[in-house]
């Protein structure tokens, strides 16, 4: 079982910055790929950003240039740094980890972009 610590959420206003965190614990649940998908009201789950631990990164175009995902291996623990974020930005984030074909899910922690 793996379970995550998920914390960064919170309100900001458009044009600034959060930084989200995820750390992934449980036995045999280190060394996989990580990352976040995003759910909207009234829209559909979307990836995010995605790393592998070797650290390739994915990003939706939605996020290219403003968003930038790293992961510390040695904390099973991956971030998501967001900045000039916009008001279309705010939705619930979600820490995922990709093992063996299934997608183990975080809580999820909300994030306001807001005036």
């Known amino acids: 079982q793996v379970q995550f610590v998920e914390s960064g959420g919170g309100l900001v206003q458009p044009g600034g910055s959060l930084r989200l965190s995820c750390a992934a614990s449980?036995?045999?649940?280190?060394?996989?790929?990580m990352g976040w998908y995003r759910q909207a009201p009234g829209k559909q789950r979307e990836l995010v950003a995605g790393?592998?631990?070797?650290?390739?990164?994915n990003y939706a175009d939605s996020v290219k240039d403003r968003f930038t995902i790293s992961r510390d291996n040695a904390k099973n623990t991956v971030y998501l740094q967001m900045d000039s974020l916009k008001p279309e930005d705010t939705a619930i984030y979600s820490c995922?980890?990709?093992?063996?074909?299934?997608?183990?899910w975080g809580k999820g922690t909300l994030v306001t972009v807001s005036s």
């Open positions: 790393i592998t631990s070797g650290r390739i990164t």
């Open positions: 449980g036995s045999g649940f280190s060394g996989y790929p």
């Open positions: 995922y980890l990709l093992r063996g074909g299934i997608n183990y």
